[in-house]
């Protein structure tokens, strides 16, 4: 090619010599041309690309691509703890290891019931309340009350005991929330565990579509809101979205990242054009992974609002060995966090003849 090149650009200087007049204006064209099309980068181990792509705008500043639903299931209530009532969706056959999500449950707690004493290694633990409160304690002395509308981010680390119980509410009405798993990175999964509360006040709010739409952005960005930094370890976005009747939202969300809608109250359009699915409460709305924007809508003739939290993470390129409480990357090392829990040791020293006085109430 450059060959050809040199000698085509020999050819051009002697013509332009005994023809100047009359070739100048084809020449200029012929020339401009042969830039154009095929000249490439020349640097020694990079892809060679021609000049029009280098100065071709991205796909991503002109325009969204709105993200298709992959799947959407209802999340069936089962027994979960001491008297508890679960709606896990995450976590079941119907969608697991969800990269970096391991589980979500929507729980429901009435008086006595609850979570007492239990272990957690490997992973982050994402409490939101929706109604009542519930206390928590822990072995390395923490202790404290998330009420409706706060959050708690825990990180297990090397290793965790604590107990979660419900407070009875006045009105004797049962305790709801949800609780989203997060797996940790290979390289923290021996970190020192720690907690950050979020209470209702600090999450940053934003009203669009004319008030229609109001989104709690507890975790991400929305509509040029940004949230609280450093909750967790595992870049996740987690916003909380309420569209009155007429209202509708389309939410930009990271490239590449897994993301979910879970339902909690009325009937949500989510999707565009022909790919639009209206899913009731108490579903799991799956995302595919190509796109970069989350369409929801409510119909203006609908009876309430649709309510529905939007989850997004970034995926982890590593394998998932889970057993119970324990989520580690190898076998081995869910063996070892056995064997540690059991030996109180690597982690779990402070867990023998430790008792929360929650767990016990």
Not at 9 to 27: E, Y
Not at 196 to 218: C, F, S, W
Not at 285 to 306: H, P
């Amino acid at each position: 090619m450059k060959v050809l090149f040199v000698l085509f650009s020999i050819i051009i200087a002697f013509l332009s010599t005994v023809f100047k007049d009359a070739l100048a204006p084809h020449l200029t064209t012929i020339t401009t041309q042969l830039i154009n099309s095929t000249i490439v980068t020349t640097i020694r181990g990079v892809p060679q690309t021609k000049s029009q792509e280098i100065h071709k705008v991205p796909e991503s500043a002109n325009m969204t691509v709105p993200r298709a639903i992959r799947k959407a299931f209802l999340a069936i209530e089962q027994s979960e703890g001491v008297g508890a009532r679960v709606r896990r969706s995450i976590g079941t056959p119907q969608l697991r290891n969800f990269s970096p999500f391991l589980m979500l449950d929507h729980f429901t707690s009435s008086p006595g019931a609850g979570f007492p004493d239990h272990p957690h290694r490997g992973q982050e633990t994402i409490t939101y309340m929706l109604q009542g409160a519930i206390d928590h304690e822990d072995f390395t002395g923490n202790a404290g009350t998330i009420e409706a509308g706060d959050l708690q981010f825990m990180t297990a680390g090397k290793g965790i005991m604590h107990a979660e119980m419900p407070r009875t509410n006045p009105d004797g009405t049962p305790t709801i929330g949800m609780q989203l798993w997060v797996d940790l990175p290979e390289k923290l999964k021996k970190c020192e565990p720690r907690y950050r509360d979020l209470k209702a006040k600090e999450i940053p709010q934003v009203d669009i579509d004319d008030g229609k739409v109001h989104i709690k952005v507890i975790s991400g960005q929305s509509h040029g809101v940004d949230s609280v930094k450093d909750l967790a370890y595992t870049p996740v976005w987690l916003l909380d979205i309420e569209i009155k009747p007429g209202g509708k939202i389309a939410q930009q969300l990271p490239q590449g990242w897994n993301a979910f809608a879970y339902t909690l109250d009325g009937s949500t359009a989510f999707g565009v054009g022909g790919d639009k699915t209206t899913v009731g409460k108490f579903h799991n709305v799956v995302f595919e992974q190509k796109g970069d924007e989350i369409a929801a809508e409510v119909s203006a003739d609908a009876k309430e609002n649709g309510h529905f939290i939007l989850v997004a993470g970034l995926p982890l390129d590593q394998k998932v060995v889970q057993y119970g409480p324990f989520v580690l990357n190898t076998q081995d090392e869910v063996y070892q966090a056995v064997m540690d829990f059991q030996t109180y040791s690597n982690g779990f020293e402070r867990a023998k003849n430790w008792q929360s006085e929650i767990g016990n109430r």
